[in-house]
Structure formats: C-alpha cells, structure tokens
C-alpha cells in the first residue's frame, strides 16, 4: 500500500485521540523515524500502519545499576509525543520506576507478563549489573541483577540494552568497579542490540522499538551490537565546529576567546573523534540548533563509546581514528599575506599532539578516503 492508501485507510481520528497529535504530525514523525534508520522509501508509511493498526508488543524493563536517566530522557524529551508515543506503541507490563504497583505485586505483575506473552516479550536493561561475589550488590525482590535478568531474557523475543551502563558497564564499571558492574550482553554470554549514550538518544530507542513493530526483528547492528543507524559515523563527522578543527581553530580554555566564538574543542578534551553516535545529527529535547553537549561548548566525554567514556579523562585528548587537523593549509586566522610555512605546518602538527606527515594531510584533503593509524601516542598529552 502507498502512503495516500494508508493514511486514508487508518482511522486518523482514532489516532489522533490515542496518540493527542494531529495527522500532519505523525506522519512527519513517521518520516523522520523513517529517515533516521536510513530506510527505503515507504517505509514511513509502514511504520505508520504499524504503529496505528498492530497489537502492542509487550515490554519488560529491569533496572539495575544505574540513574534512571535513561528512562528520564524518555519521559522528560520536549517532543510533545514522545513519551506518549513510546508509552502508547508498547504495553509497558513492568518498569520500577513508572508502575504504580510496588513490592510483591509488581513482581507477581512482571511473572503474569511473561508468562502471558512467554517468547514475544521485549526485553529492556537499563543498569550496569553487578558480577561480583555473586551479584549481592543489586537486589530486586530479593533476586540478585543477575539471577532477574537471566530470568527474564530465557522467555524474551529480543533483549535489548538501553544506556551505556546496560551497553558495556557505563558510569558503575569505573574503574576500580567495585562490584564488577558488567554490561547485560557479558552477563548473557552475547551480543545483544545496544543502545549506548549516557543517557542514550531517546529517538534512537524510539526508532528501534519502531523497527521492532513494524518489521517484527530490530535493526542491523554493528559488531558491538549497536544499531547502524545511529552508531556508525564518528560524531567528529556530523560536528558542527568541524571547520574550525580543520582550519586549525582550538579553544584552549574554557571561557576564552576561541571558547566564546565556537571553535573546535578537542584540545579541551573532545572525545568526538573516537566515538560513534549520531548526536550532532538528530540533537537532544527539541529546542532547536546545538542543543547536544557539543553545542552547548563542553567536549564530547565519548559516552556512548566503551573505553573512552568513564574511561579516559575529560580533558585527555582524544584519538584521532581517522582525521588530523591539517597542517598543509594555511592558516585561515593568519592575516592575508603570511601563508603557513613549513615550519609553522609543523608546529600545528605538534600543537595538536599528532605529528602526521603533511603529505598524508594532504592526501585527505583532496578527497582520498585515507585510514590514518594512529603511528604517535597522544593520548595523555595536553597541549
Ligand atoms: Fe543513567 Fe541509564 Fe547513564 Fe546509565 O542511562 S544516564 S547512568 S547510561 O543506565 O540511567
Ligand atoms: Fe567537534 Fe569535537 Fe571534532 Fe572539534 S574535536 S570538530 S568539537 S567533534
Ligand atoms: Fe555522549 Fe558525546 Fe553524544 S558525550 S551524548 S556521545 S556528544
């Protein structure tokens, strides 16, 4: 069916009432879903179908070590839907935080879901979990983290980890992680689709539940289980302070003139060079331009990224996974007539921490798609 048969044959009032927005707009947040997870076209129309018309997969959601931010930035996105649209598309059958029902009774609720909908279930983590001396450190319900997830994921169509403490330990698993807080996927011995960001994008979980209505499995992931869509360009691409990075523009301190005028903020520490999310691309609450860490003139920590957020120092720098600042231009702040010679190139290289060959720089800057290895340490050192 096209677009034009679909919407005419969803009963849009009905929709409009249950989801409180207007036909224009879910089917433009259709299209954006669509977009979002890189799908073909008409497929905007599909999740709309989906979304209108399928019985609501039943959701299971454990937390465990952790801040619950991940379910607040679902709750607290601007979006005006958002929060009814997730909690309207799933049938949330247990969530510590949102039930009303508490002790025995939302246990004896959880064990009524999964055996209602015994292999169909989604499963959401939400928490680091904790491994050492037998998991004592999170009891729920007098179970350990461990024994409950174990539980819950044998009877589960797809488990899935929400936040970077679910995704590879997160925040708990600092070291020295003193309860041997693990990710969900080491606790069950498999890569499971994770949805990393501290807190994640709540779209991107959004945009997977999607996927999971319409097309009955979750989306391809990488090998870290992370779903292509979102997880699979540096955030040093999609930055929008990248012209400065190239054109050699740094701030160096918080508050100072670089810092004030937007330039680059990798020698602060900026992680966006080595971590994978889509940030800069789809943003954070709606409220328009920068809204993402980024924009708002603090580096990127890499918290989506295993080993770097919670990890590296703040204001460690960052590895450059495949670009370096170039040292074959001039410099574009030098006033008109005092080119870069190739002694200053070289002292960009060596400011920067990463002392690259020009000719390589150059070889990027035309256009070859170059995989630069890293050949100079630079992690540690703060120019
Ligand atoms: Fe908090 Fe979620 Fe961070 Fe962790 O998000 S926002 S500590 S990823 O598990 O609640
Ligand atoms: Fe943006 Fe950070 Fe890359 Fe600079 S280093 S361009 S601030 S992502
Ligand atoms: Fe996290 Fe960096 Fe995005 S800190 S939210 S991955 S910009």
Known sequence: ?????????????????????????????CAAMAATMGLPAGADAAIAEAVATKQRPSVIWLHFQECTGCTESLLRAEHPTLEKLILDIISLDYHETLFAAAGHQAEAARRAAMKANKGKYLLVVEGAIPTKDNGIYCKVGGQTAMEML????????????????????????TPPNPTGASSAGEVLGKVIPNIPGCPPNPYNF??????????????????????????????????????????????????????????????????????????????????????????????????????????????????????????????????????????????????????????????????KNVEIQQTTPVEGKQS
Request: charged fraction near 20%; proline fraction near 5%; glycine fraction near 12%.
């Open 206 to 367: 959004l945009s997977t539940v999607v996927h999971f209505l319409t097309f009955g499995k979750l989306p391809e992931v990488d090998n870290l289980g992370r779903p292509k869509f979102a997880y699979s360009r540096l955030i040093h691409e999609n930055c929008e302070r990248r012209a400065h990075f190239d054109a050699g523009r740094f701030a160096m301190e918080f508050g100072d003139d670089g810092h004030r005028k937007g330039y680059c903020l990798y020698k602060l520490g900026c992680k966006g060079p080595e971590t994978y999310a889509n940030c800069p691309a789809i943003l954070f609450g709606d409220v328009g331009n920068a809204s993402w860490p980024v924009g708002t003139g603090h580096p990127c920590i890499g918290c989506t990224e295993k080993g770097v957020g919670f990890a590296k120092p703040i204001h460690q720098l960052a590895v450059l996974k495949t670009m370096y600042p170039p040292v074959g231009f001039p410099r574009v702040i030098e006033e008109r007539g005092k080119g870069a010679t190739l002694g200053a190139t070289a002292l960009t290289a060596a400011i920067a921490g990463a002392a690259v060959g020009a000719g390589a720089m150059l070889a990027k800057n035309l256009g």
């Open 150 to 173: 174990k539980e819950c994921a044998a009877d589960a169509a797809a488990v899935v980890a929400i936040g970077s403490c679910a995704s590879w330990g997160g925040m708990p698993s």
């Open 1 to 29: 069916m096209d677009k034009n048969t679909i919407e005419s044959s969803l009963n849009i009032e009905a929709l409009e009432d249950r989801l409180g927005i207007s036909r224009r707009s879910f089917m433009k947040l």
